[in-house]
């Protein structure tokens, strides 16, 4: 088993020292070819705004890779690169398991009601509709391709404890209004047990058990850290940016009964033991 990460932020990141910890060859790809503090895998520079650089990676890159994980969003054209310029390599390479980092945004708003795999996408930003065409371009390939849902990913050194920290949090009130999340452990264990038993063709939505209002999740953060919420604040989309208003027009539940039943049980079933889980995680660092 050989992975190649292509796009090593924050998921990839998490996934690769993973996959090292378990003996799994690694090789990734940065924007500058810049291998992660700590990080022992071979690593090429691939800035993805930049389609035609695909091209430069070298033969080596792809010797003996047995697994994908495209984790590289569309270009600011747009375009996802890796869809546009690379999927005859990548079909050549036959692959056991390819796996696509898409957003549960391609199910758009429904107004708060539950959407699961089978619920038709309806994309309502730009955004949503580049990645709707990335996965259809990937599920219509020869690829063993598995698209995973992913909605707002948190974890070590990025949630709502950082947040609170820094001050720089504003506690919106929109009754109603809930959003889904999902800690950057569960999807790692979700690639992972989608690797050892591939269904090609596969979409799953990588979301929690609670979907809740944003509120919530701050206050419960605070009460971790042992501090007072921020006030609320009526919602006011004339007060915020054009892109935070945009994170406000849709709502929606995304059922993650599928992963369930077929990939495992989640290790932190809610926000509530995930932020548990980075205080314990940063209390073991500092030991």
Not at 83 to 112: H, M, N
Not at 163 to 171: A, D, I, N, Q, S
Request: hydrophobic share 40%.
């Amino acid at each position: 088993m050989k992975v190649l990460i292509l796009g090593c932020g924050y998921t990839g990141s998490r996934l690769a020292h993973f996959l090292l910890a378990q003996g799994v060859a690694v090789v990734i790809t940065t924007r500058r070819g810049v291998v992660p503090d700590g990080m022992r895998a071979a690593c090429y520079a691939f800035d993805y705004d930049s389609p035609e650089k695909l091209t430069l990676l070298p033969p080596e890159a792809w010797a003996g890779v047995t697994h994908v994980l495209d984790s590289i969003p569309p270009n600011s054209q747009g375009v996802d690169p890796v869809a546009a310029c690379f999927i005859p390599v990548l079909e050549s390479a036959k692959l056991r398991w390819f796996g696509y980092l898409s957003t549960t945004g391609v199910y758009g708003d429904s107004q708060g009601a539950w959407v699961n795999e089978l619920t038709p996408v309806n994309p309502q930003s730009e955004r949503s509709h580049h990645r709707v065409n990335a996965e259809t371009a990937f599920l219509q390939s020869k690829l063993p391709t598995h698209i995973f849902r992913l909605p707002g990913i948190y974890g070590p050194g990025r949630s709502m404890l950082e947040r609170l920290r820094t001050g720089k949090v504003r506690r919106i009130d929109k009754p109603g209004h809930v959003f889904c999340r999902i800690h950057v452990d569960d999807i790692v264990r979700t690639l992972w047990n989608s690797m050892q038993q591939p269904q090609p063709g596969s979409i799953y939505n990588v979301s929690d058990d609670e979907p809740t209002e944003p509120s919530n999740l701050i206050v419960e953060a605070a009460h971790l850290l042992g501090i007072a919420p921020p006030p609320a604040i009526p919602f006011d989309p004339t007060s915020m940016s054009a892109m935070s208003a945009s994170f406000w027009e849709e709502s929606r539940r995304v059922s993650n009964q599928k992963i369930k039943t077929e990939l495992g049980s989640l290790l932190y079933p809610t926000y509530r033991e995930g932020l548990r889980a980075i205080l314990q995680e940063e209390a073991a660092s500092v030991a």
